[in-house]
């Protein structure tokens, strides 16, 4: 099990840009604010949407039969920064509805597109939370 302590730091808040890219956004905020640890709440809505899944089996990412270009509602988007090679890295799991409340959800990646966003950061402050590859899983976790 991996535990540690931490105090609460800054907090942010941000109206997220029409059109833009929701993942590339959020990694902005935390890479320009130099957050090295912190939490990520997002409610809003995309305009589209893509996802990511990590297949167990292969230990392999895969991001291309998962996007839906269609307007959806975020029902809930939560993550994490910590460190990855040494830069601000954000890890968001998403769960967005369609116009008949049928929900999809994932690994939230680069490419989906904001209809309206909006955004809560709680920095951490303590030791760096740094990812490192886990030799199991293949997955980038923190050590």
């Known amino acids: 099990m991996y535990l540690k302590q931490y ?3 800054r907090t942010y808040v941000a109206k997220l840009n029409y059109q833009s890219d929701l ?5 902005k905020i935390c890479i ?3 957050i090295k640890a912190g939490w990520i709440s997002i409610i809003g809505a995309v305009s589209s949407l893509k996802l990511g899944f990590y297949n167990q089996e292969t230990k392999e990412y895969i991001y291309t039969t998962y996007a839906y270009d269609e307007p959806m509602e975020i029902v809930s988007c939560t993550g994490n920064i910590s460190l990855k090679d040494g830069k601000p890295f954000c890890h968001l799991h998403i769960t967005a509805a369609d116009k008949k409340g049928r ?3 994932g690994h ?3 490419g989906t597109a904001v209809f309206a966003g909006e955004v809560i950061i709680q920095e ?5 939370l740094v990812r490192d590859i886990d030799e199991e899983t293949k997955l980038s976790l923190w050590k």
């Open 108 to 110: 939230l990646v680069a």
């Open 124 to 128: 951490l402050l303590g030791e760096d």
């Open 23 to 27: 993942y590339e956004e959020i990694n």
């Open 32 to 34: 320009d604010e130099n």
């Open 7 to 9: 105090e609460h730091g």
């Open 103 to 105: 929900c999809i959800g």
